[in-house]
């Protein structure tokens, strides 16, 4: 170990893949009002507290997981395949000379970057949750946001436990996805922690574990992601009832700043980005495979690639109206994401009914009982 290290004992200058160092700049916050104000939190609270759910006993992990089978029913799905079979016909192609076996290497691939995503975001959770727990003013805030680190470790751990057990060496974590969950982790805003996560990113979540839900029979990972559900439906929830509170004694410049993030967060990371090691590990090479997608890509029907975006602002929309932030500043948010079309979504069906939807611990145990 070197001299000039952070305190950590590992020098940030260390080339140690195994960690990642990030500094926050947020001050940490004692509060000695222990009074239980906020009636909605106490709430939240009890709820998580009766919701906890056990990832060793809860899961049958003896259950027997065939990726070919797991990622043939994710054929239709999974949006890399239909981009590489279309690419497969293109003059020069690398995939010409593909067959089933391949595609369907291909798919358990995308599936293992994916579920990777998810293990990678819910470590940044956990993490963005304990910061909440230290910097939030509120008791009734620090109280439950203890109880959502818990669950963040919990779902860190299925989805580290079902690749490492079932499918096989895990992906990095995917380089925007890094940047945003650091982004916020650095911020010296407390709210921004929330804004970022319980509300982007969740809804992120929401859309994206949901729909994998929606098309795979595999029984092990269907109850994981409802169970994992059913937590993060509460998050969001969490994040709604502080920041509604919080955002009505912000002024005006404040509150374009939180308005001036979100736009940030959605329309211009609205590109999501490809993940070279799929290639690499399908023999291909990113730098070879990359033209044919995309220009593959720009042949398939949009409809592939807005299903997600719907699942995604459908949930996020019609959260962000119930922060006020739509309409703040003369409706400076509106308007932004009136021109990126974002607007229809303002009334979609929101995570209110995803709570009630995804009470899953809650209704295994009254079927158990
Ligand atoms: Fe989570
Ligand atoms: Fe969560």
């Known amino acids: 170990m070197t001299e000039h290290t952070t305190g950590t004992g590992i020098d940030p200058g260390d080339a140690d893949e195994a960690v990642k160092l990030i500094v926050d700049n947020a001050p940490r916050m004692y509060t000695w009002s222990y009074e ?46 239909q981009v590489a079979r279309a690419a497969a016909s293109l003059p020069g192609s690398p995939f010409a000379s593909w067959g ?6 291909l798919g358990i691939e995308a599936l293992k970057a994916q579920l990777s995503q998810f293990m990678h975001g819910e470590q940044g959770a956990m ?51 890094e940047a945003q969950i650091t982004a916020l982790v650095e911020d010296s805003r407390w709210d921004i922690a929330y804004l970022g996560m ?12 949901g729909s994998l839900l929606r098309w795979t029979e595999e029984p092990l990972l269907r109850k994981l992601l409802r169970y994992v559900l059913s937590d993060e439906a509460r998050h969001v ?21 939180r308005q001036e993030f979100l736009a940030e967060n959605t329309i211009r990371n609205r590109t999501r980005s490809a993940i070279p090691e799929i290639w690499e590990r399908m023999g291909v090479g990113f730098e070879r495979a990359a033209p044919y997608l995309s220009e593959a890509a720009r042949t398939l029907d949009r409809s592939v690639f807005t299903n997600f975006d719907e699942a995604f602002f459908s949930k996020l929309v019609p959260n962000v109206r119930k922060l006020g932030l739509l309409d703040a500043n003369d409706g400076h948010l509106r308007r932004l994401w009136a021109d990126a079309g974002l607007m229809r979504w303002e009334y979609a069906d929101d995570t209110a009914t995803d709570y009630a939807t995804y ?7 009254a079927a158990a009982s």
């Not at 089933?100 to 290497?105: D, K, P, S, V, Y």
């Not at 319980?198 to 574990?209: D, H, N, P, Y």
């Not at 009470?359 to 145990?365: E, K, M, N, S, T």
């Open 127 to 177: 993490i963005v949750a304990a910061k909440i727990t230290e910097t939030v003013p509120w008791i009734d805030a620090k109280y439950y946001a203890a109880t959502q680190t818990m669950d963040e470790a919990r779902h860190t751990e299925v989805f580290a436990r079902y690749l490492h057990t079932k499918l096989g060496e895990a992906y990095p974590m995917n380089p925007p996805l």
């Open 237 to 257: 929830a969490f994040g709604v009832i502080s920041l509604t509170e919080y955002y009505e004694h912000l002024s005006a410049a404040e509150l374009r700043d």
């Open 36 to 81: 239980r104000e906020r009636g909605q939190l106490i709430s939240l609270y009890e709820k998580a507290m009766a919701s906890q759910w056990n990832s060793a006993t809860d899961l049958d992990w003896s259950i027997d997981v065939d990726p070919e089978a797991l990622a043939a029913a994710s054929a239709e799905q999974a949006v890399i395949v």
């Open 100 to 105: 089933e076996r391949e595609f369907t290497a």
């Open 198 to 209: 319980q509300i982007v990113i969740e809804s992120l979540a929401l859309a994206a574990f």
């Open 359 to 365: 009470d899953a611990v809650a209704a295994d145990r």
